[in-house]
Structures are given as C-alpha cells and as structure tokens.
C-alpha cells in the first residue's frame, strides 16, 4: 500500500515563491517518476512538469523558466519549486507518481490529494 500527500500550497503575492511537496509513504523503496499537474475551475488538467526515472525534465511552456521539479529518495518526496508566480498559476496543483515498492519489480501509480495555489495580484 502507498500513500501520497501534497502540502505546501497557499496563498501567495504575484511574484512570489511557493514549494509544494509530495510525501510518499508506505511500500515504498524509491521514486521513479514524478509528474505535476494542475487543474484550475473550469479548465482540463494541464501537465506543468515531468521528471523522468533517468533525471531529465520536461516543464509546460508557460512555466518554463519559473518551475523546477525534484525528487528527494532519501525522504521518500518529491518537490515542485515555484518562483516568480503570477495570478494565471492559480490552480489546485497534484503530483502523480510512480513509486518502487518493497515487493521485488513491482511498481505503484497514484495521485496526491491536491493542494490549492492561488495568487494574488
């Protein structure tokens, strides 16, 4: 069994910071991949960031440059870094991640609650 936990999220000025963090627990040996998506009302979920298992990063054009994604094994988290926000990153924010249990080959893909963003112009 594993579960995921978003936090992190809040109110911020437009040109402010936030990091959102994604706690994994449970089953869990390392980290394989990580995604952040976001959803705000009325909109489709929209992908922002991609962390693959080799390292590399992938980050929508709109927060290109702002963004960074992470991934700490050792605390069993995985992180996205926001800087310079500005008003149209509000939005519920949700890491999907895939995880290496404790069960030789197995893996498991789950999403976090969501944590709510919103910025303040």
């Known amino acids: 069994q594993v579960q995921l936990v978003d936090s992190g999220g809040g109110l911020v000025q437009a040109g402010g910071s936030l990091r959102l963090s994604c706690l994994a627990s449970?089953?869990?040996?390392?980290?394989?991949?990580v995604d952040w998506y976001r959803q705000a009302p009325g909109n489709q979920r929209e992908l922002v960031a991609a962390?693959?298992?080799?390292?590399?990063?992938a980050y929508a054009e709109s927060v290109k440059g702002r963004f960074t994604i992470s991934r700490d094994n050792a605390r069993k988290t995985v992180y996205l870094e926001m800087n310079s926000l500005k008003p149209e990153d509000t939005a519920v924010y949700h890491c999907n991640v895939e995880v290496l249990m404790d069960t030789i080959g197995s893996t498991w893909n789950g999403w976090g609650q969501g944590t709510q963003v919103t910025v303040s112009s």
């Open positions: 449970g089953q869990v040996v390392s980290i394989n991949t």
């Open positions: 962390l693959a298992r080799d390292g590399t990063t």
